[in-house]
């Protein structure tokens, strides 16, 4: 990832998008330990991706896109989707032979979703929200980010942040959430 304090949240968003293709990959190469680990940083990554979209992207495309409504509860749906996908893929278990075939459905609903975001949403936001808004929104989404550490600390695995991020997809997702939002009452009390 690229972040730097120029890019605005088109460009922060599709870096993301990129490194989520790439863990794809390398989870699909992945067997044993490794492979387990490389699916929950995965779900971790997911989870504070789609949560920051949720929380400070959505609502702004909502209102600025055309055809917001739509775009944004087609956009809402896939992501519950694939909530729902991760979960059941840690439920089953790496190890298992189903994984593999559900794991590549995933894959490919995860990887269009974030192709039609690029193509349906985040080119629009561009048109319509001004160059400082951008990048003021890419810094809610970097400060909503750091609220919620892609990695349980590996000193601490007993500390807040480790357990935020560790455990069952639909979990993870909460907890980032509800921390994210917590973050955003705060910057507003
Ligand atoms: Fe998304
Ligand atoms: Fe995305």
Redesign the pocket.
Known sequence: MTATREQDVVEL?VD??NRIRQMFGEMEKAQGDRKRELFEDLVRLLAV??TA?EEVVHPVARRKIEAGEQVVDARLHEEDQAKHMLAELYDLGPDKPEFDIRFRAAKEAILQ??ER?ERDEFSSLREKVDANQLKRMADAVRAAERTAPTRPHPRTPESAAGNLVAGPPLAVFDRVRDAMREMVKKGKD
């Open positions: 968003l993301q998008h991706h789609e979209e979703h974030a975001e």
